[in-house]
Structure formats: C-alpha cells, structure tokens
Nanobody, 125 residues
Framework: QVQLVESGGGLVQAGGSLRLSCAAS????????MGWFRQAPGKEREFVAA????????YYADSVKGRFTISKDNAKNTLSLQMNSLKPEDTAVYYC??????????????????WGQGTQVTVSS
C-alpha cells in the first residue's frame, strides 16, 4: 500500500501562486507515475499533471501547460505542483495520485491506484 498526503492548498487571488505538496509513504518503490488531479463542484475529476519515476518525464493537461510545474524529490518521497498565474477556473479540490504502471500519459482517474484525501484550492476573482 501507498499513502499519500497533500498539503499547501488555500485561498489566493487571481494571478497569484500556490505550491502544493504530496508526501508519499509505504511501498513507494512500487509506483512508477505520480500525478495531480482536480475536481470542481459538480464536475468530474480531471487530470492536471504527471511525472515519471525519475521526475524527468512530465505531462500536463492543456489547461495548465505553461502555468503549472510538477516536480519530484525522490530523496524525500514528495511530489510538488507549483501553480502560477492562477485563474478562478482553477478552483477545485486537488488530489495527489500514484500508479504502478509506467505509462505517463494516463489521464483517467481509474488508471491510478492510490489517492490522497485532497486539498482545497480557491482562486478569487
């Protein structure tokens, strides 16, 4: 089993920045891809970004490309998401996720095996 705990959410004005972190524990050696998803009220959970085991390979949703940056610190077993130029439409609960299979371009929630509890990000206009 792998446990994921997110932190760093909060309230920010449009145009501002936030940094989310995800601490992983347990059988982290079994995970090959880690990523971030988000879910706004009344909407389905959607893919945001993913990174491969080394962190050198990354993949982003078009809606956040150029504004968000995903990164990994394997020594600390943490995954981060730096979010810049935030927009009100970025408001959602953000979830950290991990999968055992190595394909980085997995964008459906069902393709991920482990999930955190989520952290709220609210962007005011």
């Amino acid at each position: 089993q792998v446990q994921l705990v997110e932190s760093g959410g909060g309230l920010v004005q449009a145009g501002g920045s936030l940094r989310l972190s995800c601490a992983a524990s347990g059988r982290t050696s079994s995970t090959n891809v880690m990523g971030w998803f988000r879910q706004a009220p009344g909407k389905e959970r959607e893919f945001v970004a993913a990174a491969n085991r080394s962190g050198l390979g990354t993949y982003y949703a078009d809606s956040v490309k150029g504004r968000f940056t995903i990164s990994k610190d394997n020594a600390k077993n943490t995954l981060s998401l730096q979010m810049n130029s935030l927009k009100p439409e970025d408001t959602a609960v953000y979830y950290c996720a991990a999968r055992t299979r190595p394909t980085i371009r997995a964008v459906h929630p069902s393709q991920f095996d482990y999930w955190g509890q989520g952290t709220q990000v609210t962007v005011s206009s």
